[in-house]
């Protein structure tokens, strides 16, 4: 019988006795693009078969393409490899080829193993059916799914199957983005451990990311034309470019000017060891946590901090236009996710139309 795969491919699929293998066997045939066609179809074949013909041609057919199946026969976990080979081609930054072999060995391989490149679907809904029961969350969900769409973008494109499987990905609500309040920023910075106050404060001051800021260079910064230059990241113990692959100007007041210039010292980042290393992600992340308890905070990451600087600006009325850029986004759409009025600012708009 006809039935839908997704959105424009009909398929036929039922069974039939073979005087051949004397017993039933499967027919599916697919990629009609109208239920109309796929019917005409079926009722093709079951008139060959009746006739007895169609196992003739079948066999005539099926020869020359098993000899080149068993030639050609490739496992997904091989089309896996050839993918990312041509993904690495492709120039993509370090961190999204370490995201596809992370979701690789965690969600894909095991299901590679069971799963057959003639029922994709089928791999789809255990994959959905893992990620639920692992209960991941939505945005990595969503993520995952979308490599494995990717993969079978590039599987259509090397004609390994004749249509993409439809994917449907997980709804999320809008997450509520965090962001300190000014009398917890001083906070903050009045309770943080001395060795993660000069971080702390140019997170504040500057809405570097957290990787830009760990790969921050003295070179980077020009103290007499009072500004920085973001110009890489530190991702997963790998010096990269920025998450744009842009460079980006951010002007400095003359106060975090004076404070650079007391810390300043003679390795190469500023944020560094004694022997020049990178310091530790989870220290820092500790010397936060343990810097909002003292405050009476609820803990957050270094990305609250981002977050704060964009709603400070915005409340400041500086254009959107300029905190995309000093955040160096591509989407000023995604500035707007930053952007949280505080209830003054609202109220103050409020009252500009009492002046009139």
């Not at 693009?33 to 079951?46: G, Q, W």
């Not at 009746?50 to 026969?73: C, S």
């Not at 309770?191 to 260079?217: H, N, P, V």
Request: proline share 3%.
């Amino acid at each position: 019988m006809a039935k839908l795969i997704n959105k424009s491919n009909w398929a036929i699929d039922f069974r039939c006795f073979s005087p051949e293998k004397g017993r039933k066997i499967r027919i599916r045939k697919q990629c009609f693009k109208r239920r109309k066609d796929a019917e005409k179809a079926e009722r093709s074949i079951r008139d060959l078969i009746a006739d007895a013909e169609y196992f003739i041609n079948l066999n005539t057919e099926t020869k020359n393409e098993e000899n080149e199946e068993d030639e050609e026969m490739v496992d997904l976990d091989e089309l896996w490899s050839t993918f990312m080979l041509y993904k690495k081609s492709m120039n993509l930054k370090h961190s999204t080829i370490d995201s596809y072999n992370s979701f690789y060995r965690v969600h894909f391989q095991n299901l590679f193993k069971e799963a057959s490149i003639d029922n994709l679907e089928e791999l789809v809904d255990l994959l959905l059916s893992n990620l639920k029961a692992r209960k991941i969350t939505g945005k990595t969900c969503n993520n995952v799914l979308c490599a494995l769409n990717s993969f079978f973008k590039y599987l259509k494109k090397r004609n390994h199957i004749d249509y993409n499987p439809e994917i449907e990905y997980v709804k999320q609500d809008k997450p509520a983005y965090r962001y300190l309040k000014i009398e917890e920023q001083k906070k903050i910075l009045s309770t943080i451990d001395s060795e993660f106050y000069l971080i702390c404060y140019l997170a504040l001051k500057t809405g570097l990311r957290f990787g830009e800021l760990r790969a921050l260079k003295w070179s980077d910064i020009n103290s007499k034309e009072k500004k920085l230059i973001v110009k890489r990241s530190y991702v997963r113990r790998r010096i990269t470019t920025t998450k744009s692959r842009k460079t980006r100007t951010i002007p400095l007041s003359s106060s975090t000017i004076n404070l650079l210039n007391k810390t300043r010292h003679s390795r190469s980042f500023v944020f560094s060891d004694p022997d020049g290393s990178l310091p530790d992600k989870n220290r820092l992340y500790r010397g936060l946590v343990k810097a909002a308890k003292k405050a009476d905070i609820q803990p957050f990451g270094w990305h609250v901090l981002r977050h704060t600087f964009a709603t400070n600006l915005a409340n400041e009325n500086v254009p959107v236009v300029v905190i995309k850029e000093l955040l160096g986004h591509s989407d000023v759409n995604t500035t707007m996710i930053y952007a949280h009025p505080t209830r003054k600012a609202k109220v103050d708009a409020i009252m500009h139309l009492d002046l009139g």
